[in-house]
């Protein structure tokens, strides 16, 4: 199975910061990997798919970056919605791994 | 506007049976791989199975889950379901439908849509 790591575990901001949160893969997925936000009792909401790609309908301040193992989300200005959980997925090989989360707190 | 309702969790007895169901709307529900995922308690997000579009002739599953849940499609009404057989406490979750971003194939899915999810626990 191929292994996602995240770092930070968690982090706190403040309403207009920058964050980056990055996600490491066991090995190889290509740019097949997307990024969810997910807020307690809510569906989780897809934000970025192919690693840098951003979806339809969401915000210009979330982006993707990365290739291969390395990968990262940055939000460049915090907005009180922000704060939730992200997930890294990757989508290169059965089973679909998910990294453990970053919960994103206020400051 | 895609929705995805879940439905059919509850508390089940360790070793016995459940099966949920998903109603999905909004979009060409034949045209889409569709998973489950689920997070058990404090945990993070973990992918359970997948079953491809245009008939579901396609799946796969988590190494954890194989041989004791089974999921499958009926298009007819639009509803994605999980059989899940032999139920262990390590299957307790929330468990959630999400729809593939990218079509009806199994492979290479991320999930554009996902449901609210229907809670599981498994005690005795």
């Known amino acids: 199975d191929i292994q996602m790591t995240q770092s930070p575990s968690s982090v706190s901001a403040s309403v207009g910061d920058r964050v980056t949160i990055t996600c490491r893969a066991s090995?190889?997925?290509?740019?097949?990997l997307a990024w969810y936000q997910h807020k307690p009792g809510k569906a989780p909401k897809i934000l970025i798919h192919?690693?840098?790609s951003l979806q339809s309908g969401v915000p210009s301040r979330f982006s993707g970056s990365g290739y291969g193992t390395d990968f990262t989300l940055t939000i460049s200005s915090l907005q009180p919605e922000d704060f939730a959980t992200y997930y890294c997925?990757?989508?290169?090989?059965?089973?679909?791994?998910f990294g453990q989360g970053t919960k994103l707190e206020i400051k | 506007e895609v929705e995805l309702l879940e439905a059919g969790g509850a508390l089940a007895q360790p070793g016995g049976s459940l099966r949920l169901s998903c109603a999905a709307s909004?979009?060409?529900?034949?045209?889409?791989?569709m998973s489950w995922v689920r997070q058990a308690p404090g945990k993070g997000l973990e992918w359970v199975s997948v079953?491809?579009?245009?008939?579901?002739?396609?799946?796969s599953y988590t190494d954890s889950v194989k041989g004791r849940f089974t999921i499958s499609r009926d298009s007819s009404n639009n509803t994605l379901y999980l059989q899940m057989n032999t139920l262990r406490a390590e299957d307790t979750a929330v468990y959630y439908c999400?729809?593939?971003?990218?079509?009806?194939?199994?492979?290479?899915?991320?999930?554009?849509?996902w449901g609210r999810g229907t809670p599981v626990t498994v005690s005795s």
């Open positions: 997925q990757q989508a290169s090989s059965f089973p679909y791994t």
């Open positions: 192919s690693a840098s």
């Open positions: 090995q190889s997925v290509s740019s097949l």
């Open positions: 909004g979009f060409i529900f034949n045209d889409y791989a």
């Open positions: 079953i491809s579009g245009s008939g579901g002739g396609s799946t």
């Open positions: 999400a729809k593939s971003w990218r079509g009806s194939s199994i492979y290479y899915n991320t999930f554009d849509s």
